[in-house]
């Protein structure tokens, strides 16, 4: 219940700002001077987001290389082993 409540008031404050947001955007004489600065806002946003995706593509091609190398270690030592043990 109380669950509930909780997302029924988040959603009504969430609600509120969203409306008082479009209220001032509609009421106020330099809407392009916001669409701007809301632009440059999601261009910085779209690069930051562009940056991390590619750091973290980095890593992960990183971690797959040593998983590589080490699991043709592994191969290299079990059929090394494998020999040896047939001998």
């Given at each position: 219940?109380?669950?509930?409540?909780?997302?029924?008031?988040?959603?009504?404050?969430?609600?509120a700002?969203?409306?008082?947001?479009?209220?001032?955007?509609?009421?106020c004489?330099?809407?392009?001077?916001?669409?701007?600065?809301?632009?440059?806002?999601?261009?910085?946003?779209?690069?930051?987001?562009?940056?991390?995706?590619?750091?973290g593509?980095?890593e992960?091609?990183?971690?797959?290389?040593?998983?590589?190398?080490?699991?043709?270690?592994?191969?290299?030592?079990?059929?090394?082993?494998?020999?040896?043990?047939?001998?």
């Amino acid at each position: 219940m109380k669950s509930e409540n909780t997302k029924l008031i988040l959603g009504l404050a969430i609600g509120a700002a969203i409306g008082a947001t479009v209220g001032y955007f509609l009421a106020c004489d330099n809407k392009q001077e916001i669409i701007d600065r809301i632009g440059e806002t999601v261009d910085k946003a779209k690069k930051k987001i562009s940056q991390v995706i590619n750091e973290g593509i980095e890593e992960l091609d990183t971690a797959v290389d040593k998983v590589n190398t080490l699991a043709q270690t592994a191969i290299s030592r079990a059929k090394a082993d494998q020999m040896g043990g047939e001998a």
